[in-house]
C-alpha cells in the first residue's frame, strides 16, 4: 500500500473512507491483489428503490452524508421510470428507497441511471481499468470497449468510485483475459434471436471460464451486447472474444494468447431450439405486458423497431415497452421517429423491464430477463406481431 493509503486506512480522511478501503483491501487480499490500481470510470447497481437493497442502501447513506464524492464518472443501473407513473399503478409505490438513493447518489456525484452507460460520457477507452457492477455492462465493457473490469458488486462499486481504485487482480491482469473454450459457429444465417439464444447457451456451458467464438465475425455490437448479456446471465461470464470482431482477438492465436483451447464445442443449429424452449415460460393467456430492451437499447435499435412499428398499433390491453437510456429517449423525442411512438402507443421508457415487476404474462426477446423470471422469449418480430395484432399473429 502507499503511504497515503495507509493514512486513509487510519481516518485521514475519515471512518467512512477507511471503511470503505478497507472493504477494498480486504477484497483484493482474498483474491490475492499486489496492489490498489487507478481506475478510469465505476458503474454502480445501487440503483433500485426496493426494499431488498436496504443494507447497501444504508452504507451509501453514510457515504453521502460524510460529503463524500466520487472520484471517476460514475453511472448506475436504471430506476423506475415515473413517465410512466399511470401505467405502473400500484408497482411504482413499491419503490420505497427510491427518492433517498437517486439523492444520495446525485450528492456524491453519480450520472446517468441506465445498464447502457457506454452509450453515454461514460464510456471508457481500450485498456482503461474500471470498476464495474452490472454483469452486461461489464462484459460489453471487456468485450467489445477492451476495457478492464471484474464483475463488481453493490457496494465495492461505490467503494471504488468514491477511492477512484480498485484492486488489481483477476480481469485487470493480461493472462486472466486469456480464452479458455472455443466455441464454433459452424452456420451462417443467424439472427439477433439466434445470437441471443447461443449467448444463453455459452453462459450454462463455459461457467466462468472464458469463451473464444469463431463464426461470427460478422455481428454487429448491438448483437455482441445481447449475446454478452445472456451469457453473463446463465454463466458467471464477464469477457467473450469473439474472433476477427473483439479488440483482443484478432487472430485465434491472439484470443488464447498462443495457448491451446482447454475445449473445443461445435455449436449445432439444433441446440438453439432447445435453448429457446428451456429459458422460455409459455402462458395460456395473453401477455398483458412486452419488453424490449434488456440491456436497454441503442439508438440503432430502438430505430429498427420503430421502423417495425411503422403504421401499426399496440393492442389496447398490452403495454409494449421500449427500454433505453434517457440520453437516446431524448435523441428519439427530437427525430421524425418519435412520431412512430405516439402513432403506435409503444412506450418508449427509461425503467428496467426485468426488476420493474410488470404483471404477467409477459412476452420478451431478452435472454437475460427469461433466465431469471417467468418470461415468455420470443424474436423481436414475434414481439411485435403479438403486440399488434395478438397470440394468434405469432
Ligand atoms: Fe439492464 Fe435491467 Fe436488463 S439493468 S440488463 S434492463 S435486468
Given at each position: 500500500m502507499t503511504k497515503k493509503e495507509e493514512e486513509i486506512l487510519t481516518g485521514s480522511q475519515g471512518e467512512i473512507c477507511s471503511k470503505l478501503l478497507r472493504l477494498l483491501v480486504k477484497l483484493g487480499d482474498s483474491f490475492g491483489a499486489d496492489k490498489l490500481i487507478q481506475i478510469k470510470s465505476a458503474h454502480t447497481v445501487?440503483?433500485?428503490?426496493?426494499?431488498?437493497v436496504n443494507a447497501a442502501a444504508k452504507i451509501l447513506n453514510q457515504v453521502a452524508k460524510a460529503g463524500l464524492k466520487v472520484k471517476v464518472r460514475t453511472s448506475a443501473d436504471p430506476i423506475v421510470d415515473m413517465t410512466y407513473k399511470d401505467t405502473l399503478g400500484n408497482i411504482s409505490k413499491l419503490f420505497v428507497l427510491q427518492d433517498q438513493l437517486i439523492r444520495d447518489l446525485t450528492d456524491i456525484g453519480v450520472k446517468s441511471f441506465t445498464c447502457t452507460p457506454y452509450y453515454t460520457d461514460n464510456c471508457p477507452n481500450f485498456g482503461d481499468h474500471c470498476a464495474w457492477a452490472e454483469s452486461s455492462a461489464v462484459i460489453y465493457l471487456n468485450s467489445v470497449i477492451g476495457a478492464r473490469s471484474n464483475r463488481e458488486g453493490g457496494v465495492i462499486d461505490i467503494a471504488s468510485a468514491v477511492l477512484g481504485k480498485t484492486p488489481n487482480y483477476g480481469l485487470h491482469l493480461k493472462e486472466n483475459r486469456k480464452g479458455q473454450i472455443l466455441f464454433k459457429v459452424p452456420f451462417k444465417n443467424w439472427d439477433t434471436f439466434d445470437l441471443t439464444t447461443i449467448g444463453l447457451y455459452i453462459g450454462e456451458t463455459a461457467g466462468s471460464k472464458i469463451p473464444v467464438i469463431q463464426?461470427?465475425?460478422?455481428?454487429?455490437t448491438d448483437d455482441l451486447k445481447n449475446l454478452g448479456a445472456a451469457s453473463a446471465a446463465s454463466g458467471a461470464v464477464a469477457l467473450i472474444h469473439v474472433v476477427g470482431r473483439t479488440p483482443e482477438a484478432n487472430t485465434l492465436e491472439e484470443a488464447f494468447q498462443n495457448d491451446k483451447p482447454e475445449e473445443i464445442i461445435e455449436i449445432e443449429r439444433a441446440i438453439l431450439k432447445e435453448i429457446k424452449e428451456k429459458y422460455s415460460t409459455e402462458w395460456s393467456n395473453p401477455p398483458r405486458n412486452i419488453g424490449i430492451g434488456c440491456p436497454q437499447l441503442s439508438k440503432d435499435e430502438v430505430i429498427t423497431i420503430l421502423k417495425k412499428l411503422k403504421g401499426k398499433t399496440i393492442l389496447p390491453e398490452i403495454n409494449f415497452w421500449i427500454c433505453c437510456c434517457e440520453e437516446v429517449r431524448n435523441e428519439i423525442k427530437n427525430s421524425p421517429y418519435w412520431e412512430i411512438v405516439e402513432q403506435s402507443g409503444a412506450k418508449l421508457a427509461t425503467l428496467c423491464p426485468m426488476l420493474t415487476?410488470?404483471?404477467?404474462?409477459y412476452i420478451t426477446n431478452s435472454g437475460k430477463t427469461c433466465f431469471y423470471t417467468s418470461a415468455t422469449y420470443r424474436s423481436l418480430d414475434d414481439c411485435i406481431r403479438i403486440a399488434t395484432g395478438g397470440l394468434n399473429h405469432a
Open positions: 445501487l440503483n433500485f428503490g426496493l426494499n431488498f463464426g461470427l465475425e460478422k455481428m454487429s415487476p410488470l404483471p404477467r404474462p
